[in-house]
Nanobody, 120 residues
Framework: QVQLVESGGGLVQPGGSLRLSCAASGSIFNINTMAWYRQTPGKERAAVAIIGIGGSTNYRDSVKGRFTISRDNAKNTVYLQMNSLKPEDTAVYYC??????????????WGQGTQVTVSS
């Protein structure tokens, strides 16, 4: 069984910064794609940033230049550094990973979500 455990959410003022972390544990051979999504009430979950196993990244337009996704493959961990935060970044942030198990099965996993609130 695999778990994704997120940390780092909270309340921050506009213009501030937060760093989210998501650590994967369990029966892991390797981790392919890792990503961060976010969701607000009444809206669908949307991708914020994606990072491939080789480190290639993609961002949604509204966070380009402000957010940075990175990963530490030795720790099975993905990070999201969020700078210059805006009230519209307020959402529940979810970690996502596609993981190949030691028995050769590829499965998608989600974290439990962490609340990020940007408000003065």
């Amino acid at each position: 069984q695999v778990q994704l455990v997120e940390s780092g959410g909270g309340l921050v003022q506009p213009g501030g910064s937060l760093r989210l972390s998501c650590a994967a544990s369990g029966s892991i051979f390797n981790i392919n794609t890792m990503a961060w999504y976010r969701q607000t009430p009444g809206k669908e979950r949307a991708a914020v940033a994606i990072i491939g196993i080789g480190g290639s990244t993609n961002y949604r337009d509204s966070v380009k230049g402000r957010f940075t996704i990175s990963r530490d493959n030795a720790k099975n961990t993905v990070y999201l550094q969020m700078n210059s935060l805006k009230p519209e970044d307020t959402a529940v942030y979810y970690c996502y990973a596609t993981i190949l198990s030691r028995v050769g099965v590829s499965t998608t996993y989600w974290g439990q979500g962490t609340q990020v609130t940007v408000s003065s």
